[in-house]
């Protein structure tokens, strides 16, 4: 596809993201399974219904324009999700895994924010208020996704994940 005008940019950005978005869909359960905390599979858990509900925006963005839900592959997702899989075959500490959990998927939602910011600006320029506006309710979930998983590691998973050093070091 020939990306002529912005307008195919965007169009082309959202084939992206869609794929993006079932990407996650399908590695979230596998990432809450990989967890030993409650509180990080809770979050993820309320994280891949979120994502279902980003997904069906898409969709509706996507219907209203005519034009087929189809995604392109987004590689990048691929290889964020495949650095994700190699960290749960590492031979680690649960709560070291952890840690590295909530790392992979903060690098998820960095690359939905800044997919999603560039698609809601670019609707906002092409003049489709409500793509705009619906891309904004998801570049918000991202964010206040990412700032959940801050706020997890920084008052529990990383301490915990501290906490068992101090144990191996005294040995």
Not at 2 to 29: F, N, R
């Amino acid at each position: 596809m020939k990306l002529g005008s912005l307008e195919d940019l965007y169009v082309d950005q959202l084939k992206d993201l869609l794929d993006a978005e079932k990407q996650i869909i399908k590695a979230l359960p596998k990432m809450a399974k990989a967890t030993s905390s409650p509180e990080l599979q809770n979050a993820f858990q309320q994280h891949l219904e979120q994502t279902k509900g980003q997904l069906q925006r898409l969709e509706q963005i996507f219907d209203k324009s005519g034009r087929p839900a189809r995604g392109k592959k987004c590689k990048a997702m691929e290889g964020i999700i495949e650095e994700g899989k190699e960290l749960m075959d590492q031979d680690a500490d649960d709560d070291v895994l952890n840690a590295g959990l909530i790392a992979a998927a903060q690098k998820v939602e960095h690359y939905e924010i800044a997919g999603y910011g560039c698609v809601r600006t670019y609707a906002e320029t092409l003049g489709d208020r409500e793509a705009a506006s619906l891309l904004q309710q998801t570049l918000d979930e991202e964010k206040q996704t990412d700032e959940k998983l801050t706020q997890l590691a920084e008052r529990l998973i990383n301490v915990r994940a501290t906490e068992g050093q101090a144990v191996e070091s005294s040995r």
